[in-house]
């Protein structure tokens, strides 16, 4: 008996997800079906996850990333095309790779082959790592007798896959850094720099204005209370991340951040350059339509469109066409519609989804070559505000003590 984590929706469109015991995958699936719930995506949990790992060595363990899978695409190319067996390349591989994780991962596909497993069954128990594009290439590949092309076009896809995720964490670092360099700013002004002011003020008998009132009431409370805060801070930061990765918080989550001004529109199209490029190299490759529908819903990096992708799917099962349900989904811009029509009528859309993808990577990246004009501004009022309330509190009660004095 195989443990499997799933997602599924329920009769009442409501999205589920857990872990259940079967003997195959489609065991899984006609208990999902059996239980009234549409199956969405399952994956076999490894037999590394399944041994019980500590928790302490499941810590530490170190990540299979983007980069592995770059590398391995691109090894696995080559080896196909020289012919060599693909049980011996994995075996090579997997001696070779620096990650011991991913290492295992390459053990258990070569030892599933040599089962009699075909290769795309083998690299499906591993979906949670390759996703369910690169299977279902593998997939076509396997039926054409091509697995260096579905290799090749993995590696091609993944790696300009890897260009679009690093111009958004690039968008994203920016703004991030300018919200934590006026955090500490605030922090240090609140318990360093007024309580300074704080003592002058103490020790001179005079009436202090509101505003001054205020920020050293809040600079105390800070001092007095630093642990607490800090503790209140660290468990909502805590709380956040396992919000987050719950499938209702991501969905929330990512539904939101395509709605920040500016940013979110950075964050949409690099989305749709994602997900235009997964299902151009799949359809080219030969995926049929719904299938690669569901493989890219993952890919697009996006719960929220990744949702309504699944949708679309549903969508083009019942027949509508694709450009149909795309528009009904709300999230794609006029370009992509319009590249979607002319692909439907000319029978050419994997070549125009290609086009999309290239036209939205060159988009985002001057997109991020200007967002610091963007956020500059926000910078600018930010600061300002800061030294306005600073100017009320601070310094007005000093003006008023050298009126004091000169009078005197």
Do not use: C
């Not at 009234?36 to 990540?63: N, V, W």
């Not at 001696?95 to 075909?118: C, H, K, M, Q, Y």
């Not at 690039?170 to 919200?179: C, E, K, L, N, T």
């Not at 009431?217 to 805590?238: H, K, M, T, Y």
Request: charged letters at 20%.
């Amino acid at each position: 008996m195989n443990t499997y984590r799933y997602r599924a929706r329920s009769a009442d469109g409501r999205l589920r997800e857990g872990r259940l015991q079967a003997e195959s995958e489609q065991a899984a699936a006609a208990q999902l079906l059996d239980g009234g719930a549409h199956p969405l995506e399952i994956i076999p949990e490894t037999r590394s996850a399944q041994g019980g790992r500590s928790a302490l060595g499941a810590l530490f363990e170190p990540k299979i990333r983007l980069d592995d899978l770059i590398l391995f695409s691109r090894q696995m190319y080559s080896i196909t095309k020289a012919g060599v067996p693909i049980i011996q390349g994995l075996a090579r591989l997997a001696e070779s790779t620096p990650n011991p994780r991913f290492a295992e991962v390459l053990r258990e596909i070569s030892r599933d082959l040599e089962g009699g497993r075909e290769i795309s069954a083998a690299f499906a128990r591993h979906a949670d790592i390759f996703g369910t594009l690169y299977i279902s290439i593998l997939r076509v590949g396997e039926l054409t007798g091509q697995m260096e092309t579905a290799f090749q076009s993995m590696y091609d896809y993944l790696q300009r896959d890897k260009v679009v995720i690093d111009r958004v964490k690039a968008a994203m670092r920016y703004p991030m850094f300018v919200i934590v360099a006026i955090g500490v700013a605030i922090g240090v002004l609140t318990v360093v720099v007024i309580p300074t002011f704080a003592g002058v003020f103490a020790s001179v008998n005079m009436q202090l204005p509101l505003p001054t009132r205020i920020i050293l009431g809040v600079s105390q409370f800070a001092r007095d209370n630093w642990a607490p805060i800090l503790a209140i801070l660290a468990a909502a930061g805590f709380g956040f991340r396992r919000w987050i990765a719950t499938a209702a918080g991501r969905l929330a989550w990512d539904r939101q951040i395509l709605r920040i001004p500016k940013l979110g529109d950075v964050l949409l199209r690099a989305t749709l350059a994602r997900f235009t490029r997964a299902l151009g190299v799949a359809l080219t490759a030969g995926v049929p339509i719904t299938q690669a529908l569901a493989g890219v819903a993952r890919a697009s990096g996006n719960q929220y469109v990744a949702e309504k992708i699944l949708a679309m799917r549903t969508g083009v099962e019942r027949g509508d066409t694709l450009l149909r349900t795309a528009a009904a989904a709300q999230v794609f811009t006029p370009v992509v519609l319009q590249m979607i029509a002319v692909g439907e009528e000319t029978g050419q859309l994997d070549t125009m989804m290609l086009e999309v993808a290239d036209f939205y990577d060159r988009e985002v990246e001057y997109d991020v070559a200007n967002l610091s004009s963007i956020i500059e501004p926000v910078l600018t009022v930010a600061v300002g505000v800061m030294v306005l309330v600073l100017a009320l509190g601070i310094f007005l009660p000093m003006w008023e003590l050298t009126q004091l004095a000169s009078r005197r």
